[in-house]
């Protein structure tokens, strides 16, 4: 079984050279994004530091779980994983249909990808078309959990999130 630490490392060889659209070491997003989910569990922890390891590196489900990474962890990241052809959109209604811990797991990414520093370090055209993405992909998670979960994870990740959550709360929608 896996801990938290063993999974960190697991990360941080998996990604070892990697960076992200702005040059920052990609372990640096998945650690922001496990960061985002404590408050959880060491699951969502594990999955957190996991969750591009089998779309953005050479390591599969069944690697994972030789290497002791525990199912409900490896199935957690299976169900954020992009599936070629599949459009974006769909992919994020089928990872509300995945249950609260996917969503969740979704939800921290989401919030770090949006987060403005980063942002800032992008074209006005990436800046623009990655924002209507983000937010186009909030007005599907966001509805699926309840709100008191969405602003736990986005203080931690994100707080510039925490306007729009309050103004979606204020008119009624359901997250």
């Known amino acids: 079984m896996k801990n938290i630490a063993k999974v960190d490392a697991l990360a941080a060889t998996a990604h070892a050279g990697q960076v992200d659209k702005i040059g920052v070491p990609y372990i640096e997003h998945v650690r922001a994004v496990a ?103 909030r007005d599907v998670l966001w509805p699926a959990v309840e709100g008191r979960d969405i602003e736990t994870i986005v203080r931690i990740v994100n707080p510039s999130l925490l306007d729009e959550l309050r103004e979606r709360q204020s008119a009624g929608s359901p997250s």
């Open 35 to 137: 960061a985002g989910l404590v408050p959880f569990g060491d699951d969502l922890v594990m999955a957190g530091l996991l969750h591009d390891v089998i779309e953005d590196t050479d390591w599969t489900a069944n690697q994972l779980r030789e290497a002791g990474v525990p199912d409900h962890v490896v199935a957690l990241v299976e169900a954020v994983t992009n599936e070629r052809g599949v459009p974006y959109k769909e992919k994020v209604a089928r990872i509300t249909g995945q249950g609260r811990d996917a969503v969740l797991l979704k939800i921290a990414d989401n919030a770090h990808n949006s987060h403005p520093d980063r942002a800032a370090q992008l074209s006005e055209e990436q800046r623009t078309r990655l924002a209507a993405k983000y937010r186009a992909a």
